[in-house]
Structures are given as structure tokens and as C-alpha cells.
């Protein structure tokens, strides 16, 4: 049986959709292996969101091809994903190496194109077929934490945002597919669950559910093993009165919330086309932080969109200075093609959005390192990870930290193992880290 090697590029929702082709692909019988060389087919599941996963995306792909080349094992090369079906025609013109493009909704073709020798090149364009194969998943992150997508596709029209051209209107997955896929994470020792879609907040609209999100939650803090559940990606204006309750009495779903703002001033807001404006953001944190004491909020933010002046960006700098976030992320605006703001006219000189960038960043700098050094002395559950790369620090998480995207705990003197969750005294702090030991009182 032939081999077969997947690389995963993007953000969480592409590596469950990675995680679910290597289940499907396992259960039909094919061998896996982690080891490129060693490969008959290698599959590269792409991001196409921004230029820089572009560039990652393409670089990745040549560095594949490669394989095929100088009497390598590789026999096939195939790419799927967002820059698949964002690019196919340009990928097979500009890399013949790649035998096969599949895009984001042609997944359960995959087997039967590995199966079969041959068939066509592009079928990007091939019809679409709702692709679940979330039982049978082959769980790539660390054994005591996975994320669960829970949606497909987005409904917003974000001028900076190709995803729904790409992925289609949101596409909520049943409850009971969600809650089977977490009791058999749970069974296989997962204790934190992380939900991510491009939407959260919106989960089970399309199904007529109200306050989706909230059965969701409450019905996953029922199963045995789980211990934390984590919210990614809540679009500001449905973080409604239900969810910022259910998240405050639900013993399990950790004090965390990630909300992406994009910007604060008003006129790039609408700009930007999105729903919400600043009064409502300003009221919605306030209810975020009033009834949930302790909660972590992280966010993200567009530097540089078209039309920003001086003014706006202060304006939001401001704004980030005055709000003290827990975790922040910036990018620099990236003029995206198949995207409203692509045919804006008013574009900021890239340099500028740069700029801004770094200018927020120093500003969140100064934030983390300053509420870190408050948490000194106090003492929080510490999800243990194990050592670092180099092999030579135990690491760990807080509740109110995200996996690979927020701070991390170093853990001293501590008999503790990887997957433990263990109350710690904080007793250090750097930058973005904290120092802990196991709580002895």
C-alpha cells in the first residue's frame, strides 16, 4: 500500500481539515508517515489568505516537488486547499510537478484519486461535496489538546476577506457530530478542547438554533475527561448577553475569549465593511470584563487598510493602550485580489502599514510585560506541555493562554508530566511568559 506524507499549512480550521484526510485516507488502508522522503504521494493542504501563506504555500509546494525530481520516491504531488482553489490555474502553469489540485470542497475525492492512477488535473471546479470525516480523525497536536471545528464557511462580507469566496456561507456542523467527535477526543485523553470556525459566535444560525454556541458549550462541559474548552474567532456583535453568561457559570469553558476587532475607528470599521462600531465594541468588552472576572481577552487588528490616515491609526493605538489586552495580534494590511478592498483606491504604502504594525506591537509590548508582572504571587491551574524545543525547559499553559499563539509558563521544580493539570504559584515574569512552581500551601 502506498505511503502517503501531508504537510498542513494555515491556521487551525486548515490543520482539522488535514487532520480528518489523514483519518479518511488511514481508514481506506493507506500508510502514513511524517517523513517526506519516504513518501509516495505527497499531499500539501495550502492557506491562500494572506501573501505571505501565499509565499509559504508556494516555497512548500517547490520544496515537495523536489521529491518527484533526481530519482526521489515521490510519485504523485497533490495540492489542496484555500490557495488550490483560489490559484489553480496559475499553481499548474507555473509548478508541473503538481499531478493534482483539489480545492476546499472537493476533500472525499481524495482517496479515490490516490486509488486510481491518472485522472485529470484540476478539479477545483468539480462539484462541491460536504466533507466530515471527524471520527476517524488522526489528532496531530498534542495528545492532551485538539481543536474541534464546528463550522464551515463564513457569512460576513469583510472587505479585507477572500474566505467566503472561497469556502462559502457559514455551514454549521449538527450538535451531535460535535459532541461524538469531543467524547472521542476525550476518550483519547484530550483534556482541552479548543472551537474554532471563521465565525464561533454565529454556530447553529444556520440551523435554526438560538444561542447555538450556548447549547454547544453547555453540552460539551458535560463530558467526562474534558476539562477545558476554549473560544476561538467570536465575531464582536453576536458576543451577546447568553454567551458572556454561559462563559461566566460554565465551570469548564475556560476565562478566555478571542475577538477579532480589526480596528476601533469608526470610519474603517464601516470601510472595512464590518457590522460593529465602536460604542458597541467599548459596551460589549465592558460586559466581557463585568461578568467574567479574570477573563483574558485576546484580539487582532489590520494596520495600513486602504483609506487609514495618521489620525485613525492613533485613534486605535489609543484605544489598545486604554483596553489592556491580554493577547493582541497585528497584521499588516495585505492587498489581496478577489477581495472588495483590492479595488479600493486610497492603498497606504505598504512600509506605512509596516510601521504601524511594529508602532502596536511595542504598545502591546509595554501592556503584557506589565500585567504579567501583576500576576507574581498568585496561583492558577498550569496545563503542563513538556520540554521546549531545545529540549531544556518544562513548559506549560494557563487557561487564560492559547495554544502556540499567546504566552507560555516555564515550570521549576516541579514533578509534574505533559497533559497534567496542576495549580501554580506564579513567581517570575518576562515579556510575554511567566515563571511558575507547583503550589505547596
Not at 334 to 345: F, I, K, N, V
Not at 397 to 407: A, H, K, T, V
Request: proline residues 5%; glycine residues 8%; negative net charge.
Amino acid at each position: 500500500m502506498k505511503k502517503i506524507g501531508m504537510i498542513s499549512l494555515g491556521c487551525p480550521k486548515n490543520l482539522v481539515d488535514t487532520e480528518g484526510l489523514l483519518g479518511d485516507l488511514k481508514q481506506n488502508g493507506y500508510e502514513l508517515t511524517d517523513n517526506s522522503a519516504e513518501a509516495d504521494v505527497l499531499i500539501v493542504n495550502t492557506c491562500g489568505f494572506l501573501q505571505s501563506a501565499v509565499e509559504e504555500s508556494v516555497n512548500t509546494i517547490l520544496e515537495m516537488a523536489r521529491h518527484k525530481q533526481n530519482g526521489g520516491k515521490c510519485e504523485r504531488l497533490i495540492v489542496t486547499g484555500c490557495l488550490a482553489e483560489r490559484h489553480p490555474e496559475e499553481l499548474l502553469k507555473e509548478i508541473p510537478e503538481i499531478d493534482h489540485l483539489l480545492g476546499t470542497k472537493q476533500y472525499p475525492l481524495l482517496k479515490n484519486l490516490i486509488r486510481n492512477n491518472g485522472g485529470q488535473r484540476n478539479l477545483v471546479h468539480e462539484p462541491a461535496q460536504y466533507f466530515e470525516a471527524y471520527n476517524h480523525r488522526v489528532v496531530t497536536t498534542p495528545f492532551y489538546s485538539a481543536y474541534i471545528k464546528i463550522a464551515e464557511g463564513c457569512s460576513n462580507q469583510c472587505a479585507f476577506c477572500i474566505i467566503p469566496k472561497l469556502r462559502g456561507p457559514i455551514k454549521s456542523r449538527p450538535i451531535d457530530s460535535i459532541l461524538e467527535e469531543a467524547r472521542a477526543l476525550a476518550e483519547q485523553g484530550v483534556k482541552e478542547i479548543n472551537l474554532v470556525s471563521q465565525d464561533t459566535t454565529l454556530y447553529g444560525y444556520d440551523l435554526r438554533m438560538k444561542n447555538g454556541l450556548v447549547e454547544l458549550l453547555e453540552r460539551l462541559s458535560d463530558i467526562k475527561g474534558i476539562e477545558w474548552i476554549r473560544l476561538f474567532y467570536c465575531y464582536p456583535t453576536v458576543v451577546n448577553d447568553a454567551l458572556i453568561d454561559a462563559v461566566a457559570r460554565l465551570d469548564k469553558v475556560v476565562k478566555y475569549i478571542d475577538v477579532p476587532l480589526q480596528h476601533t475607528h469608526d470610519f474603517m470599521l464601516q470601510r472595512m465593511k464590518r457590522q460593529e462600531r465602536e460604542a458597541g465594541v467599548r459596551a460589549m468588552l465592558k460586559k466581557l470584563r463585568d461578568r467574567i472576572p479574570g477573563v483574558a481577552l485576546r484580539t487582532t487588528f489590520i494596520t495600513g487598510f486602504p483609506g487609514e490616515t495618521e489620525e485613525h491609526f492613533v485613534h486605535m493605538e489609543n484605544f489598545v493602550r486604554e483596553m489592556e489586552f491580554d493577547h493582541l495580534g497585528v497584521f499588516a494590511y495585505s492587498d489581496e485580489p478577489g477581495t472588495t478592498a483590492y479595488d479600493y483606491a486610497d492603498k497606504v504604502d505598504p512600509a506605512i502599514g509596516e510601521a504601524r504594525r511594529d508602532r502596536l506591537m511595542a504598545a502591546q509590548h509595554e501592556i503584557a510585560t506589565r500585567r504579567n508582572a501583576a500576576r507574581v504571587g498568585q496561583v492558577h491551574p498550569v496545563l503542563v506541555e513538556g520540554l521546549d524545543d531545545d529540549g531544556m525547559l518544562l513548559m506549560g499553559r494557563l487557561p487564560i493562554q492559547g495554544p502556540d499563539i499567546d504566552g507560555q509558563v516555564i515550570i521549576e521544580n516541579s514533578p509534574v508530566e505533559p497533559g497534567d493539570i496542576v495549580p501554580m504559584r506564579i513567581t517570575g515574569s518576562l515579556d510575554y511568559d511567566l515563571i511558575a512552581t507547583v503550589d505547596e500551601t
